[in-house]
C-alpha cells in the first residue's frame, strides 16, 4: 500500500461520487492537468522514472498575479502543492503568492517581517519549511555546488521517483524549476531531465505549451556549471497511516 488511505482527508463522501468529481484545489482558475503526458520519450535506451499521479501547471502570470521575474519557485510549490492535493496527501488549498510568504514567515525564524507582500524570491528551503510546517510532509534537501553535479545524481532520481513519485523543485542562481521525472540510461549512465518550467507567460493552450518546450526532456545542459543548486524532494511514504497534522495553522 502506497497511499495514504486513513488519512483524515480520505475519508469517503458520498456526495463526491461521479464522473466530474474532482479535488477541491481552492481556487476559481482553470489550471492544465499533467502536462507531460504526450511529451515524446528521449529514446529507447533510456528508462523512464516519472511522477506519479496528478497535477497541475503553475507558471508565471496565472491567477491574476503579475510575477514575472520573481514567482518561478512560488508556481513550482504551488505544483506540488496541487500534487499533494490531487493524490489526497492534503485537503490544505493550492497556497497564493502572499499566503506563501506568511508561512514562511512564520516557519523561518530568520525571515524578516517586510517579506510578507514583497517580490522576493524563495528557494527550495523555504519550501521545505512550508511543507512539513503546514502539511506535516517531510523533505529531502539536496545541495550541489554546480549544476552539472546533477547528471551524477541519476540513480538517486530513479530511485525517488519510483518511491515517492513526487515532484521535484530545482532552485540554481535566479531560476527555479519542476522536475518531473528522469530518464536514465543503464549502460552509459547518460541522463535527461523531464522538466515542467513555470517561466512560461501565455494562455494554458497545451499544444503550444509542448511544441514550445515549456515541458520538455533537457540534458544536463540547461544546469549552469558555475551555479550552486538546492532541490527539495517532497518524502510522503512516511505518511502512510498518519492522520493529518494536528496544528493547522490560519494563514489568509
Known amino acids: 500500500m502506497d497511499r495514504p488511505f486513513v488519512r483524515i482527508v480520505n475519508a469517503f463522501s458520498f456526495s463526491s461520487v461521479g464522473l466530474d468529481a474532482k479535488p477541491k484545489i481552492g481556487s476559481k482558475f482553470v489550471h492544465l492537468k499533467n502536462v507531460h503526458i ?34 518561478c519557485a512560488y508556481r513550482s510549490f504551488q505544483t506540488i502543492c496541487s500534487w499533494l492535493i490531487f493524490q489526497k496527501y492534503s ?31 524563495i528557494g527550495a528551503l523555504e519550501i521545505g519549511y512550508c511543507l512539513e510546517k503546514f502539511w506535516g510532509i517531510k523533505y529531502k534537501i539536496m545541495a550541489l555546488p554546480s549544476g552539472h553535479q546533477i547528471a551524477n545524481m541519476g540513480r538517486e532520481f530513479q530511485h525517488h521517483f519510483e518511491t515517492q513519485g513526487t515532484p521535484v523543485m ?13 530518464a536514465y540510461n543503464e549502460k552509459t549512465g547518460d541522463i535527461r531531465f523531464l522538466i515542467l518550467d513555470p517561466h512560461y507567460v501565455g494562455q494554458d493552450n497545451l499544444q503550444s505549451i509542448q511544441k514550445s518546450g515549456w515541458v520538455a526532456w533537457h540534458s544536463v545542459n540547461l544546469f549552469r556549471n558555475d551555479t550552486f543548486y538546492n532541490l527539495c524532494m517532497p518524502l510522503v511514504l512516511s505518511l502512510i497511516h498518519i492522520s493529518e497534522p494536528t496544528r493547522q495553522a490560519e494563514i489568509s
Open 170 to 182: 530545482i532552485g540554481g542562481g535566479v531560476l527555479a524549476y519542476t522536475l518531473l521525472g528522469v
Open 91 to 121: 485537503s490544505r488549498p493550492v497556497p497564493t503568492h502572499l499566503q506563501i510568504q506568511k508561512m514562511v514567515l512564520e516557519a523561518d525564524p530568520f525571515k524578516n517581517k517586510s517579506f510578507v507582500g514583497s517580490r522576493e524570491w
Open 38 to 71: 504526450g511529451v515524446p520519450s528521449p529514446g529507447p535506451q533510456y528508462g523512464e522514472h516519472l511522477v506519479k499521479g496528478t497535477y497541475e501547471y503553475y507558471h508565471y502570470g496565472q491567477d491574476d498575479t503579475d510575477d514575472k521575474g520573481w514567482g
